[in-house]
């Protein structure tokens, strides 16, 4: 009898998903990536507009119009990444990880909202950079600028103002608890 054998016991079979599942799995994935690249284009198109026609225009350097446009990306790529995985949480639930109710997805949707627009704010920062460095080069410091400012938001303890309450939102989470209960 080799090690790895099982002495002749029938082989458990694993749990996986069905073809339908496979289906349903996917058309979401392209739905949710679909949700990212179209809200990303109108970001870029807001803020575009906003760089050009708008009273920020005296704001915002020729030089420094990229770096709003990153900031356009940025939100709207954010609102559209989870503005469907809110509506999918607010419709679909289980025993163990129940729906949102309707005013927690509408406060999670406004923090989204939020922290987008955060992003769009952000991004006139580096957009200043254009009154004395090339546009090439304010293209270059804008992404990643407006790529980590989202990092002050994490180190905010949001339990304590009441809104920490985005456990349920985690993609892999599946309604388990956390690794210390047994």
């Keep these: 009898m080799s090690v790895g054998s ?5 082989r458990a079979q694993g749990r996986g998903r069905s073809l339908a599942g ?11 990536l679909t949700t990212i690249m179209l809200g990303g284009y109108a970001g870029a198109a807001l803020t ?9 225009s005296s704001a915002v350097p020729d030089d420094g119009r ?23 949480a607010a419709v679909r639930g289980t025993k163990e990880k129940p729906r949102l109710g ?30 004395i460095l090339p546009e090439r080069v304010v293209s270059l410091l804008s992404v990643p600028f407006v790529g980590f400012s989202w990092v ?18 985690r993609v892999g989470s599946r309604g388990r608890g956390s690794s210390n209960s047994a």
Aim: hydrophobic share 55%; no cysteine.
């Design 6 to 10: 099982r002495g002749g016991k029938p």
């Design 22 to 32: 496979n289906i349903a799995f996917g058309t979401g994935a392209v739905l949710v």
């Design 48 to 56: 575009h507009g906003l760089a050009d026609d708008s009273f920020l």
């Design 66 to 88: 990229v770096a709003v446009i990153t900031g356009g990306v940025g939100m709207g790529s954010l609102m559209g990444l989870m503005l469907p995985l809110l509506l999918l």
């Design 102 to 131: 309707p005013g927690e997805a509408l406060l999670k949707a406004l923090g989204v909202v939020v922290i987008g627009v955060y992003l769009a704010v952000v991004s006139l920062l580096p957009a200043q950079l254009g009154w």
């Design 152 to 169: 002050p938001l994490v180190l905010i303890p949001w339990g304590r103002f009441g809104l920490g309450g985005t456990a349920r939102l």
